[in-house]
């Protein structure tokens, strides 16, 4: 039920039977009753907004999120929802006359937003009050969210970007044509590189942890500029080529500091995404003086690579 009040624009849905039994089986899962709750709750609150998001034709899938996982749910407070082939929107549960949103340290970065879903006493119905780009200082005022109509438009404008985002063909750059904004390495970052520390997460491939880059004959790179999450204000993104058959081509892709700067900003992320903007690589940057993900991949196969750190994120879209 959409409700138009004087700040905003709010729904509210009654929480189904079915939630609060899926809530339920993954409070199960928690023997310490203050943790078993937090996750009760997120798990109504995320319910909640994929409802709300399935209403308006927006697909999501929780599977492959960290709120699905019974060992995150241990390790964070995390309600994410990814929004297919944009990223993860974080659910927030409130409670009833609360006038404060928390959210926590381990989710300030890798979200497109924050949805703050407040509960009545009896648990029968989420009231969707708003939303936040940022997560500010861990605490928003309710009366500063913004409209869910701005959600909506906020997705839908994410959504065209990423429909219209002009691809880069990397078997075009083994004849030399190469698209605007990529440049040789030598001619951005000079000839010394940083040696590579690497701090790997993934399930789907292999990760050579030494790779030689040398072996690699055309590599190209760009500067992304982080603005004032990062105190260069920039890093660089290195990808790397190696023909291995007719059909197949060996990538890597690679973060490095620039301008001076030792080392990446934490908690700086590299992920790969697949056609359908799931992660399937990912590396994090923690004292890390580079940050590197190894795959092969076939001609025609495409695939994204997003940095972000903090409330800022890159995703650059390659055509094999």
């Known amino acids: 039920m959409m409700k138009n009040t004087s700040e905003s624009l709010t729904f509210t849905v009654p929480i189904s039977l079915e939630a609060h039994s899926v809530a339920e089986q993954f409070r199960r899962k928690h023997g310490n009753p203050q943790k078993a709750k937090q996750v009760y709750l997120n798990i109504l609150a995320l319910s909640a907004v994929k409802f709300y998001l399935r209403c308006m034709g927006v697909e999501t899938n929780w599977s492959v999120c960290a709120s699905w996982n019974p060992v995150m749910q241990t390790v964070m407070d995390v ?57 500010g200082s861990g605490e928003l005022d309710v009366s500063q969210l913004r409209s869910l109509e701005e959600l909506i438009l906020l997705l839908e404008e994410t959504q065209l970007i990423a429909s219209v985002q002009k691809p880069t063909h990397l078997s075009q750059w083994l004849t030399n044509i190469v698209e605007a904004g990529w440049q040789t390495v030598e001619l951005l970052l000079g000839p010394q590189q940083p040696k590579l520390a690497f701090r790997f997460r993934s399930t789907e491939h292999t990760l050579a942890q030494n790779p030689e880059n040398s072996t690699f004959p055309v590599q190209k790179c760009k500067i992304l500029d982080l603005g004032q999450q990062s ?13 291995v058959s007719e059909q197949e081509i060996n990538i890597f892709v ?61 995703t650059e879209v390659f055509v094999v």
């Not at 490095?256 to 690589?281: F, T």
């Open 254 to 314: 690679k973060v490095c500091p620039v301008s001076g700067q030792k080392y990446l900003p934490e908690e700086l992320e590299l992920m790969i995404l697949d056609d359908l903007g799931k992660a399937v690589m990912q590396a994090t940057a923690r004292s890390t003086k580079s940050i590197q993900l190894n795959f092969s991949s076939e001609i025609g196969e495409n695939f994204r690579v997003k940095v972000a750190v903090g409330n800022i994120s890159f």
């Open 79 to 135: 309600a994410d929802l990814e929004v297919m082939g944009l990223g993860k929107l974080e659910c927030r549960p409130v409670l009833p006359d609360e006038k404060v949103v928390h959210i926590p340290p381990e989710v300030w970065s890798d979200r497109i937003g924050y949805v703050a879903v407040q509960f009545d006493p009896s648990l029968q119905e989420a009231t969707l009050l708003g939303f936040s780009k940022t997560a």
């Open 231 to 243: 105190a260069s204000g920039q890093v660089a993104l290195l990808v790397g080529l190696m023909p």
